[in-house]
């Protein structure tokens, strides 16, 4: 039967999704939000809209944040190593316009509803300027994301001053002069806590635990290209050369004055950061404990030392959220995520998930890869297993990493491992570069 695939969601997973399709010849039809393709890269101060802050820059390097259809050197080949949130929101826009994505995605859309019918229908609503439709499509690729639920920490007590979180986090100009306390030991932590030491009369970091903090650049090379040379190792292996080495560059968090380190390097997603030590170095960022509780303004930390406050900024995360789903049909918030390849679901056969991984690397190029996957099983190229409900169960049984048990480290992969098991169910001529409508005018010239 013909095939007509709703995705929720425009930005760089989603983009990916309908490209593949389309150059498949599938119908399908991009849902958003928003009024452009990029998601949380169209830098926003509204806080409506889950999106980077005024100085973001991507955190894994380009060569390793790109698709293979459409890479940085044919988009700028300027590009920086690791570029800003500015320059990702463009090229995620030209890709959608080389590929002639614009006509099929619908925006200031949200989606309210999945109802799932049976193995060829799903009835999807939404809502658009007030108005609800419900329409009906075969199939429902989701790429929603998973930066946009803000999850809040709790501890006894009352913070009397302003208290938010990183999701509403979006410049630092409005905490010049203030005494700021930043909750977290995350990318957005450490990020944050740099830029608001610009401006801030005091600014101090809280962890309950240590990070592994790695720079951006080793010997010249980003960090993740240097570390892509030993892909070839175990995990393991790869695990405690990555110790060795961001021991030797940073020497004892003593000195720094930040907590140790008591887990391996993978059992927390690592933090990639140049300037929070310089920082702490400087005497502009203060480390500190965990938070014992609030008294008003007045945090006491776990070893008893007391500060106040104006500002309280937790970068804690966030939660794995499907809204539009049934919380009795699908609810991956909390517990373990069972799906093959990080996109199959055991028993539903018409459900992808696009881009619901979080790799120690960039997202979007495995969720091209899946993409295409995706589309192969549709025209009918690709079978999925037998054995697909045991081999969803191996995916929690069996990590790349054994990390800590948080609702954060439920859908880690390592990219290296993940991109090679993609690649792996895939034909050997995967990339396409040329748009639909260019080959299909090829085609009728010939």
């Given at each position: 039967?013909?095939?007509?695939?709703?995705?929720?969601?425009?930005?760089?997973?989603?983009?990916?999704?309908?490209?593949?399709?389309l150059d498949q010849g599938i119908e399908a039809v991009a849902f958003d939000r928003n009024q452009d393709v990029g998601g949380n890269w169209i830098y926003s101060e509204d806080e409506s809209h889950s999106s980077v802050f005024e100085t973001t820059h991507i955190i894994s390097s380009k060569t390793l944040s790109q698709y293979a259809d459409f890479t940085f050197d044919e988009f700028d080949s300027e590009a920086a190593d690791y570029p800003s949130h500015d320059t990702l929101r463009r090229y995620f826009q030209a890709y959608a316009a080389k590929f002639n994505l614009y006509p099929h995605i619908?925006?200031?859309?949200?989606?309210?509803?999945?109802?799932?019918?049976?193995?060829?229908?799903?009835?999807?609503?939404?809502?658009?300027?007030?108005?609800?439709?419900k329409e009906l499509f075969t199939d429902l690729a989701?790429?929603?994301?998973?930066?946009?639920?803000?999850?809040?920490?709790?501890?006894?007590?009352?913070?009397?001053?302003?208290?938010?979180?990183?999701?509403?986090?979006k410049k630092a100009a409005p905490f010049e002069g203030k005494r700021v306390l930043?909750?977290?030991?995350?990318?957005?932590?450490?990020?944050?806590?740099?830029?608001?030491?610009?401006?801030?009369?005091?600014?101090?970091?809280?962890?309950?635990?240590?990070?592994?903090?790695?720079?951006?650049f080793f010997f010249g090379k980003p960090s993740d290209k240097v570390a892509e040379g030993t892909k070839w190792?175990?995990?393991?292996?790869?695990?405690?050369?990555?110790?060795?080495?961001?021991k030797f560059f940073w020497g004892d968090y003593k000195n720094y004055g930040l907590r140790p380190i008591t887990v391996p390097f993978g059992a927390t997603h690592p933090t990639i950061n140049d300037e929070l030590m310089h920082k702490i170095r400087h005497g502009?960022?203060?480390?500190?404990?965990?938070?014992?509780?609030?008294?008003?303004?007045?945090?006491?930390f776990e070893d008893g030392k007391e500060e106040e406050y104006d500002s309280v900024i937790a970068c804690t995360g966030y939660w794995l959220s499907h809204p539009f789903f049934d919380p009795d049909f699908i609810d991956y918030s909390k517990g373990p995520v069972p799906l093959y390849l990080k996109m199959f679901h055991p028993t539903i056969t018409n459900l992808y998930f696009i881009g619901m991984f979080q790799p120690l690397g960039c997202i979007w190029p495995g969720a091209?890869?899946?993409?295409?996957?995706?589309?192969?099983?549709?025209?009918?190229?690709?079978?999925?297993?037998?054995?697909?409900?045991?081999?969803?169960?191996?995916?929690?049984?069996?990590?790349?990493?054994?990390?800590?048990?948080?609702?954060?480290?439920?859908?880690?992969?390592?990219?290296h491992l993940f991109v090679k098991a993609l690649k792996k169910e895939l034909p050997a001529d995967f990339v396409s570069k040329t748009p639909v409508s260019a080959r299909e005018n090829l085609l009728q010239s010939s």
């Open positions: 039967m013909k095939r007509k695939v709703a995705i929720i969601g425009a930005g760089p997973s989603g983009i990916t999704a309908l490209k593949n399709l619908r925006f200031g859309t949200m989606v309210k509803h999945c109802q799932w019918i049976d193995e060829n229908t799903w009835e999807i609503t939404t809502e658009k300027d007030g108005v609800i439709s989701v790429a929603n994301g998973h930066h946009w639920k803000p999850r809040y920490p709790e501890y006894p007590g009352e913070f009397t001053g302003e208290f938010l979180h990183s999701h509403h986090f930043v909750i977290g030991g995350g990318n957005s932590a450490c990020d944050v806590a740099v830029e608001t030491s610009r401006v801030s009369e005091s600014t101090a970091i809280s962890w309950r635990r240590g990070y592994w903090i790695a720079p951006k190792l175990p995990v393991k292996v790869r695990s405690f050369f990555n110790e060795l080495l961001l502009k960022v203060k480390p500190r404990m965990d938070i014992k509780k609030f008294e008003g303004k007045k945090v006491i091209e890869l899946q993409s295409k996957l995706m589309a192969q099983e549709l025209i009918g190229k690709w079978k999925r297993p037998k054995n697909i409900k045991e081999l969803c169960e191996r995916e929690v049984s069996h990590p790349h990493y054994q990390q800590i048990d948080t609702p954060r480290h439920t859908i880690t992969v390592d990219y």
